[in-house]
Nanobody
Framework: QVQLVESGGGSVQAGGSLRLSCAASIYTFGTSAMAWFRQTPGQERDQEREFVAYISWRGGNTYYADSVKGRFTISRDNAKNTVYLQMNSLKPEDTALYYC?????????????????????WGQGTQVTVSS
């Protein structure tokens, strides 16, 4: 059974840091691209989840939303089947439910990493709240 389990969310003041983790029980994790998306109240449909960061299956390529570039860093440890999101200089507008997602056929979605439809599996989300 495929599972993505996020952890590391919490409440922090503006300017603070959090590190999210996503433990994946996917037998193809080593060849899957991974990403983080986020969703705020009012964005109730999957299609309205906002792309945050992407990492290719080997970790050689990473992409970020403009809103987090320079503050967030995505990384992965294929030996541990885990992907991370280091979030620094957090802002109140970063407050959201953060989801981990896995694309088990990344070659089929080349260039489409920011679309939710490119991903096959999703976690349940971890809440991040940033207060001013």
């Amino acid at each position: 059974q495929v599972q993505l389990v996020e952890s590391g969310g919490g409440s922090v003041q503006a300017g603070g840091s959090l590190r999210l983790s996503c433990a994946a029980s996917i037998y193809t994790f080593g060849t899957s691209a991974m990403a983080w998306f986020r969703q705020t109240p009012g964005q109730e449909r999957d299609q309205e989840r906002e792309f945050v960061a992407y990492i290719s299956w080997r970790g050689g390529n990473t992409y970020y939303a403009d809103s987090v570039k320079g503050r967030f860093t995505i990384s992965r440890d294929n030996a541990k089947n885990t992907v991370y999101l280091q979030m620094n200089s957090l802002k109140p507008e970063d407050t959201a439910l953060y989801y981990c997602a896995a694309d088990i056929n990344p070659l089929s979605h080349s260039g489409k990493y920011y679309y939710t439809f490119s991903y096959d599996y999703w976690g349940q989300g971890t809440q991040v709240t940033v207060s001013s």
